[in-house]
Each structure stands twice: as structure tokens, then as C-alpha cells.
């Protein structure tokens, strides 16, 4: 049973625009939640995390909101960069230190 | 500063040979340790969490075994390999208490032929 979910499997981007990622979930148990940012070969890359108690979070420029009324949270990126073009993974837990992840969105910046 | 070592980057393996992939982590004392696994397209399945030496839990059912032999020491394990088995596996290390972010190594490719 899939309980955090990614719709959206690509995102493509123009330079300097803002990327927004989506994520729902299932289970209202769910407390922190958190986006990873993965390159091929590679292992996920921690970008930000946010608990229950806030709806927002912010770090330079990548912010993450939360709707728990909507179980859905999202990050936004601005202003995306090249750099940027990986898959990200949406993640949550409820406190006992394991992590249900999202299958991923690809995101391409195009120059 | 922590990090987190994760080796061999690939592995080509026949059917019904074991395995073993180890993971250490540095610059922690009495972490939580993972291993998860990623299918072609899908997200990350957790196999299994450690919150001490000896004391490992089991997610899903399946030919793999994990342990911890030291406190910054996981290795994941399995006696006969399943052409099912392949995949990338990923180690990840958190702290204890709270929301704590987990942090990934650089994973293993594993291919069974």
C-alpha cells in the first residue's frame, strides 16, 4: 500500500522559473516529512524536512509547505538552476524512524 | 563531520551465490541504520532498521538478512542469491530522538544473472 505518493513522474522547467513538487499522503499517523534530491548512481541527497506543527520551511531556495488538513505537502524551487535536474523523493514517518518514500519526480531545468 | 561508506558501488552476482554489503558509518556514536532497496522506477523500500548492535527489525519477508556487529557496522546479507534480488541497494544512517533526517550512502547496483 502506497501511502506517500508522487503523481506527477516528470517535471520539466525553464531556467530562472520556479519547480514546483507535489506529494500526498495516507496516513494521518504521518509527523515529518521530508524531500531528497537524487542523481543517477548516486544515493538520496537530504534537502529539507518540515514536522507537523509548522506549514512552512524555508531554506535558501528551496521551501516546503504543508496542507495537513489536505495531507499534501510540496516544494517549491526558486529559482531553478541546471543543477537542479534530478529525480526528488517525497518521504514521511510517524516517529518511528522509518521513512515511506514517494516513487520520485524527475525534474529537468532547461537552459 | 558524519559520513557514510557503502561498498562495492556495483556487484554482478550468479543465482544462488551469497552476498554481503557493508555499510560504516563515521563521525557518530549509536546511530539508526538502514537498508533499503530501489526497484527500476519505484521508491525506496526499507528491508530493514537497526536502533543498536545485535538489535535488527525486519520490514518485508524475503531471502535477505541484515546485521550489526558494531555500533557503526551494517551489512546486508543473503545465503543463496534470486535473480529477484537485483537492484540498488542503499544504506542510510539518522540520529536518535525526534525528527531526525536519515542520510544515504552512494548505494550498491546489484545484478544477478
Known amino acids: 500500500d502506497q501511502q506517500v505518493k508522487q503523481n506527477s513522474p516528470s517535471l520539466s522547467v525553464q531556467e530562472g522559473r520556479i519547480s514546483i513538487l507535489n506529494c500526498d499522503y495516507t496516513?494521518?499517523?504521518?509527523?515529518?516529512f521530508l524531500w531528497y534530491k537524487k542523481y543517477p548512481a548516486e544515493g538520496p541527497t537530504f534537502l529539507i524536512s518540515i514536522s507537523s506543527i509548522k506549514d512552512k520551511n524555508e531554506d535558501g531556495r528551496f521551501t516546503v509547505f504543508l496542507n495537513k488538513s489536505a495531507k499534501h505537502l510540496s516544494l517549491h524551487i526558486v529559482p531553478s538552476q541546471p543543477g537542479d535536474s534530478a529525480v526528488y523523493f517525497c518521504a514521511a514517518s510517524s516517529n518511528d524512524y522509518k521513512l515511506s518514500f514517494g516513487a520520485g519526480t524527475t525534474v529537468t531545468v532547461r537552459a | 563531520s558524519q559520513t557514510i561508506h557503502q561498498w562495492p558501488a556495483t556487484l554482478v552476482q550468479p543465482v544462488g551465490s551469497p552476498l554481503s554489503l557493508e555499510c560504516t558509518v563515521e563521525?557518530?556514536?549509536?546511530?539508526?541504520l538502514y537498508w533499503y532497496r530501489q526497484a527500476a522506477g519505484r521508491g525506496l523500500q526499507l528491508l530493514f532498521y537497526s536502533v543498536g548492535i545485535g538489535q535488527i527489525s525486519s520490514e518485508v519477508p524475503q531471502n535477505l538478512s541484515a546485521s550489526r556487529p558494531q555500533d557503526r557496522q551494517f551489512i546486508l546479507s543473503s545465503k543463496k542469491l534470486l535473480l529477484s534480488d537485483s537492484g540498488f541497494y542503499l544504506c542510510a544512517w539518522s540520529g536518535t530522538g525526534g525528527d531526525q533526517p536519515q542520510h544515504f550512502g552512494d548505494g550498491t547496483r546489484l545484478s544477478i544473472l
Open positions: 563521525g557518530t556514536s549509536n546511530p539508526n
Open positions: 496516513n494521518s499517523m504521518f509527523d515529518y
